[in-house]
């Protein structure tokens, strides 16, 4: 439970979860459950959780005022009364524990800590109609999801795994015969004693679930799996017309070159996602320093970095929802690695990197790169990509985000914390101003994101040299300005500088 006294209190809060303030008065100024508490709840629950306040006005500028509720348990009842109607709301995530009273300045408010729904219970929505009353949070506000938006949570929903349906009138003709046989000859390198190694191209697909026949219906073809994996690109574009794959080699300042290399889908290769693993993780990995290491009489040329990039460009293409709007993305750059793919962590990516919880979208496409000694069962990978990178202290982070579209995004950065504070710090303090200067702590702390959106607070008090209360009131104060503001939750969300 928060511990709420003052209205000092319900700032800091503020600044760490995500906050919704409803007045909750009613008509006889006692108190009721506004109507407008439900969208909330569904786009909270549809997000990464969050926190309402009933009994609290927020005022222009992000100001809070305290009105109370006359009778906190009426509105308490009715909140339960409505969560257990299931004509009204689809699940109910709430127990007593996540309902609390609170007195502030003398006055009682509720607190109503509403905890992120489950793939499987999303959508949360209102009135026994997904479409039209599915909600999530964006930009501080309850934003009515669009239908396919809904079809998407519905079908991460239904399907434990996105990538194993039967592509009616997709076969043998839409698979890159190269990329196949490219393929069998790494499996054949790896397993050379198997007998998958002597059945035919149709056989093989067969056995390893990139074609498919339907006992129920007869229906058989290529799975989505084996279209991705092994298709063409006209053929995986017709199937899934959002699907698109982008590496980049950029420098570190971009804005008079973008990019120095660049692979994309452009007609002179297949397209498709191992031919992209292929190219790829050759350029990832093309300057890495080696150490002089024997193991035996034989040198080892694979360290913990290498294991770390290979192991995260499976996994960016083994978790991807293709059917999203945003692109695969690879990015190299002096600073690092960015790896992102579309569609939100099945697994809270606190949980996911701590390892042994896993919900891989796409089960297929993960048992093909096993198959050929790529990636790591299932709750395993990224725990190995964070040792293998931070053995050396470098530094890791992994969010997701709904803005623009759905995301979840991988970066791999040489520097450590440490040694990036103390970059911000040089570049951010003028050498003709030592030690600390107060007054000029939200300029300071407005550099500072304009360098990294996704700085967090502990960050920028460590960049600065200043208490996180201090950050906060600092950020409090841009806020209140109009000069900062926060898109996203605190965990997986970033700042936005207003100009």
């Known amino acids: 439970m928060f511990d709420l006294h003052t209205l000092d209190d319900l700032s800091l809060l503020a600044e760490s979860v995500e906050l919704e303030c409803k007045l909750a008065q009613g008509a006889d100024g006692k108190g009721e459950l506004p109507k407008d508490f439900w969208p909330t709840y569904s786009a909270m629950a549809n997000n990464h959780g969050g926190v309402v306040l009933l009994g609290v006005r927020e005022k222009p500028q992000g100001v809070f005022s305290i009105a109370g509720l006359d009778n906190p348990t009426k509105v308490r009842t009715d909140l339960f009364n409505t969560l257990n109607n299931a004509s009204k709301v689809s ?22 800590q509403i905890p992120a729904a489950t793939r499987k219970q999303k959508p949360v929505f209102l009135n026994g109609q997904p479409l039209g009353n599915t909600y999530r949070r964006q930009h501080e506000g309850d934003r009515r999801c669009d239908d396919e938006t809904v079809k998407r949570m519905l079908a991460e929903q239904l399907e ?31 397993r050379p004693d198997h007998p998958w190694g002597q059945v035919d191209d149709l056989e093989f697909l067969r056995l390893t679930h990139a074609w498919r026949e339907s006992r129920e219906t007869g229906e058989q073809g290529l799975t989505i799996a084996g279209l ?43 397209g498709n996602l191992f031919d992209f693993y292929r190219r790829v993780i050759r350029k990832l990995t093309a300057d890495l320093k080696v150490p002089f290491v024997l193991k035996g009489d034989t040198r080892v040329d694979d360290t913990p970095i ?29 600073a690092g690695f960015v790896f992102r793919n579309p569609g939100l962590m099945r697994v809270a990516p606190a949980l996911a990197l701590e390892g042994g919880a896993s919900d891989c979208r796409n089960r297929t496409l993960h048992q093909l790169f096993l198959l050929i000694n790529l990636g790591e069962r299932a709750g395993s990978g990224l725990p190995k990509i964070r040792s293998g990178w931070e ?3 470098h530094s890791l982070s992994l969010t997701d985000s709904i803005e623009p579209f759905d995301q979840t995004r991988l970066e791999m950065l040489w520097a450590n914390k440490e040694s990036m504070a103390a970059k911000h710090i040089n570049e951010a303090v003028s050498p003709k101003t030592p030690g600390k200067t107060p007054g000029k702590t939200p300029e300071r702390i407005l550099e500072l994101i304009a360098q990294n959106a996704h700085a967090s607070i502990p960050e920028l008090a ?4 200043k208490s996180e209360s201090a950050i906060e ?9 109009g000069r900062l503001h926060r898109i996203g939750s605190a965990k997986g969300g970033y700042w936005e500088i207003k100009v």
């Open 228 to 270: 991705l994996m092994f298709g063409t690109w006209t053929s995986i574009s017709e199937a899934l017309p959002l699907y698109f794959l982008d590496y980049q080699e950029q420098p570190a300042d971009t804005s008079q070159t973008r990019w120095l290399d660049r692979v994309v889908p452009d007609g002179s290769w297949s």
């Open 462 to 465: 460590l960049a600065l040299d």
């Open 160 to 190: 434990d795994s996105r990538d194993n349906r039967i592509l009616n009138h997709f076969g043998v003709k839409d698979v890159d015969i190269e990329s196949l046989h490219a393929y069998r000859n790494a499996f054949a390198s790896h």
């Open 306 to 334: 290498h294991q770390a990039l290979r192991e995260a460009l499976v996994n960016t293409l083994i978790h991807a929802d293709y059917s999203d709007r945003a692109s695969v993305l690879v990015i190299k750059s002096p």
């Open 473 to 481: 009131r600092a950020i409090r104060k841009l806020k209140t300005e």
């Open 91 to 112: 699940v109910n995530l709430l127990d007593d524990a996540h309902v609390n009273e609170a007195v502030v300045d003398g006055r009682t408010i509720l607190i109503v």
């Open 391 to 393: 053995v050396n202290g």
